[in-house]
């Protein structure tokens, strides 16, 4: 199962995450792959990644989200381009956790995006989290009625992160697409209906948006 793909910065190779059972009777594991785009032999970046990987804006790193599986912990990973010299970034309990959606770089590589999740008393809600780059420090910045919230993604200029989620008020339980505005956190609603849980981008200009829909 693919569970995300990305181009490079200077789109010469494709990193995509794969869970695959490497090993009969025991459970899968996800790896990190690259393969040039013009085509040639995949090569093995990382293994235990739980989301799609995010390459800096230089260049030099990968984020990803990783589940540990005995505490149930979430963490928020670095690693260099080659997926050497993992540092847990950030990391959240089980009951207030990342989502597997992802992560996504701010354009000056000071600050990475992500959806984090709260159970409390049978309820569960989902905002959108900002983490420093350097220290860690996690900021919850939306403050909206979502039961569901998928893939962040940055304006080009940095003013605000692009979400897709959901609320139970959202028609038929679709997926919407939001913008919250950064620092002030405030949710502007944009479309409703586009069922992209599957991923987000958008072009140089901030001004189209591709998503992958689903229809399940």
């Known amino acids: 199962t693919f569970i995300g793909a990305v181009f490079s910065p200077d789109s010469e190779q494709i990193y995509y995450s794969v869970n695959e059972n490497l090993e009969p009777n025991k459970p899968a594991i996800s790896t990190l792959y690259k ?12 293994r235990d990644i739980d989301s799609p990987a995010a390459i800096s804006p230089d260049e030099s790193g990968l984020a990803f989200i990783r589940r540990h599986r005995e505490s149930q912990e979430t963490a928020l990973v670095l690693a260099d381009i080659e997926g050497r010299s993992e540092r847990n970034l950030a990391i959240r309990q089980p009951e207030n956790g990342f989502t597997s959606s992802g992560v996504s770089w701010s354009p000056d590589g ?3 995006s992500a959806t984090v999740f709260q159970r ?5 809600s989902v905002q959108v989290v900002v983490v420093n780059a350097e220290t860690g420090e996690q900021k919850v910045v939306s403050h909206e009625n979502w039961i569901s919230a998928g893939q962040t993604i940055w304006l080009k200029d940095g003013s605000g992160v692009l979400v897709v989620a959901y609320g139970a008020k959202s028609p038929s339980l679709n997926d919407e697409l939001w913008v919250v505005s950064y620092p002030d956190g405030k949710a502007r609603f944009v479309a409703s209906g586009i069922n992209a849980r599957y991923g987000i981008s958008l072009n140089a200009e901030s001004n189209s948006l591709v998503a992958v829909k689903s229809s399940k």
Do not use: M
């Open 35 to 46: 393969v040039p785009v013009l085509g040639g032999a995949s090569r093995e970046i990382l």
């Open 110 to 112: 000071k600050f990475l």
């Open 120 to 124: 409390e008393n049978n309820r569960t």
